[in-house]
């Protein structure tokens, strides 16, 4: 079964740091790009952050470009996306999924996981 699982959500307080994980489950991520994606109630999911698969190239919306960073460890099949500064409005459902990128964002496109979900408050 091809799949993806996140885990390392959490609460945190404005300002704290979170480090999330997507594992692949019955293939290998070398070939694809990942993304990470986020859901806040009420509002449409959105693309976080990717990473390419052929050269490592990222992608990194306006909203977390400065306070996230994505990584990916072939080895262990993972990728990972380490949250700092971590604000309230960074409070939602994450998910990773395989992904393209695009001049204008990342898209994901399959073996989306169940998400982890990351509260940020006081």
């Known amino acids: 079964q091809v799949q993806l699982v996140e885990s390392g959500g959490g609460l945190v307080q404005p300002g704290g740091s979170l480090r999330l994980s997507c594992v692949a489950s019955g293939f290998t991520l070398d070939y694809y790009t990942i993304g990470w994606f986020r859901q806040a109630p009420g509002k449409e999911r959105e693309g976080v952050s990717c990473?390419?698969?052929?050269?490592?190239?990222?992608y990194y919306s306006d909203s977390v470009k400065g306070r996230l960073t994505i990584s990916r460890d072939n080895a262990k099949n993972t990728v990972y996306l380490q949250m700092n500064s971590l604000k309230p409005e960074d409070t939602a459902v994450y998910y990773c999924?395989?992904?393209?990128?695009?001049?204008?964002?990342?898209?994901?496109?399959?073996?989306w996981g169940q998400g982890t979900l990351v509260t940020v408050s006081s």
């Open positions: 999924a395989t992904a393209v990128i695009h001049p204008w964002g990342c898209n994901g496109l399959g073996a």
């Open positions: 990473i390419s698969s052929s050269d490592g190239s990222t």
